[in-house]
């Protein structure tokens, strides 16, 4: 008798949505994720962890006019800097077993004199993600958190992901969203009620859940945080068909009182523009890149529905508002279709414009663009999802007053030749506020066919480069 009420009271839990494993059970793919080696099915490269840089190196610093060789794919109408940078170089420490794919897909931001960053194993129903702090002055790498600390490893579903970008609050605290890994466990069957915001004390690493499941059953891949008015705004995905509501949903949420102000279907599947001078943000509903029409949402009438203003343009990435009320975005653009494009869009004026191609050789698609601090200059890096090698692994420096392209510096093949490591590609890229320093998470390659760890890399642009 005493075991079937047992078995009843654990079928009550799993009615109202309580999802608990045994204590002592270790979670699905534990002894695999152990493993600090593995084959590359498509290379038969045999790939050990933790990456490691010759002589047991924390990081290399080097300098070479390598970095200024152009490939033959570069256009001819691409400038090429004169002056080779300085580049910091390190793999991401806590790479410890095989994951599924090391990667990075979530923005990152520099402030306050250091970069923040994420790294994921991609491995949900049982993945993990990682939140690291890099310090320029002392060349190290920290490690913040971890979703699994924060949200507990009994959880049937644990995301393998952050997706979103990182943002700093005016408390202080970084706030970000989780996302999953493939696609197909985001279910009832693994309890699946939705991922989670959560905010990260960068001084102590300690971390804390603000919502779960902010829009019941569905993954958060896009997300902003108005840091002035505390309101996290995000981009959603349905977790499943069978869970769809809607498709994308748009919401808004305050991280203060941790209260939904507004949600609504046909939202940004991939990126907003967050114009800090006001706190509206805008979108292109629907469209993971492509040109489109943009909707407004203004946190003075939380609950009033986004509207549509008389503007169009491609919203794959966007830079943060510069001084004069001007940010920069970048459509995704495709072999097959357009070529990806640079918008400028005025946040006083709600006026979108047209500049110019972004690519500069093969690679289409850029998921991170920024500003630097004289709003003259976007710096982004194109082949985001892989291929990055095959332009050279190029950092771009674009001039918006003269609309002109230019090449800081092509890091492969140098890396590839020197440390036996191709940097195939980046989800997030920031520049420092003082104009001097690049950041850049890599997914890098050591023999895989796609990728298999993540790499930093801290590109200290010339002055002489970067002279008006």
């Not at 706190?279 to 009033?304: F, L, Q």
């Amino acid at each position: 008798m005493l075991r079937w009420s047992m078995r009843l009271t654990l079928v009550a839990f799993f009615a109202v949505g309580v999802y608990v494993l045994l204590p002592d059970v270790e979670p699905v793919g534990a002894q695999e994720k152990k493993k600090d080696k593995k084959k590359d099915k498509k290379t038969g490269v045999e790939i050990t962890f933790p990456p490691k840089l010759e002589g047991g190196k924390d990081i290399v610093t080097v300098t070479s006019d390598d970095f200024l060789k152009a490939p033959a794919t570069i256009g001819k109408d691409v400038a090429i800097a004169k002056t080779a940078p300085t580049v910091d170089f390190m793999y991401y420490p806590g790479q410890t077993y095989a994951a599924k794919i090391w990667s990075n897909w979530g923005d990152g931001l520099a402030v306050n004199g250091k970069y923040y960053s994420s790294i994921g194993d991609h491995d949900a129903p049982k993945g993990n993600a990682y939140v690291y702090e890099y310090d320029p002055a002392k060349k190290t790498m920290r490690l913040l958190t971890d979703l699994v600390s924060v949200l507990g490893k009994m959880l049937g579903y644990l995301p393998g992901k952050i997706h979103g970008r990182l943002d700093m609050g005016k408390d202080g605290f970084l706030y970000f969203s989780t996302h999953r890994g493939a696609t197909n466990v985001t279910t009832d069957a693994f309890g699946y009620k939705g991922d989670w915001i959560i905010k990260c004390d960068p001084k102590t690493g300690k971390a804390e859940i603000v919502a779960h499941g902010p829009v019941p059953k569905h993954c958060i891949p896009n997300s902003v945080l108005d840091p002035e008015r505390m309101i996290f705004y995000g981009g959603t995905a349905p977790g499943s068909g069978k869970d769809d509501v809607n498709g994308v949903q748009f919401f808004a949420f305050d991280v203060v009182n941790k209260k939904l102000l507004y949600s609504c279907p046909d939202g940004p599947p991939r990126y907003m523009i967050l114009a800090n001078s006001t706190g509206k943000v805008y979108y292109v509903p629907g469209s993971d890149g492509n040109v489109g029409p943009m909707m407004r949402y203004d946190p003075a009438k939380p609950a009033a529905a986004p509207v549509k203003i008389d503007a169009s343009l491609g919203l794959r990435s966007a830079t943060q508002e510069t001084r004069d009320g001007m940010v920069y975005t970048v459509s995704k653009g495709s072999k097959k279709g357009s070529g990806s494009t640079l918008f400028s869009f005025n946040t006083k004026t709600e006026k979108a414009q047209e500049i110019g191609p972004a690519a500069v050789g093969t690679n289409e698609y850029i998921t991170s663009i920024d500003v630097d601090p004289t709003g003259r200059y976007l710096y982004y890096i194109p082949g985001a999802h892989g291929g990055s090698q095959n332009d050279g692994s190029a950092v771009v420096q674009y001039d918006v007053k003269t609309k002109t392209r230019k090449v800081i510096a092509f890091l492969h093949p140098y890396f590839k030749d020197k440390h036996n490591v191709a940097l195939a590609g980046t989800f997030s890229s920031a520049i420092d506020p003082t104009g001097e320093r690049l950041y850049i998470t890599w997914n890098a390659s050591r023999g895989s066919r796609a990728w298999d760890c993540c790499a930093l890399t801290v590109i200290h642009l010339p002055e002489a480069e970067r002279r008006p």
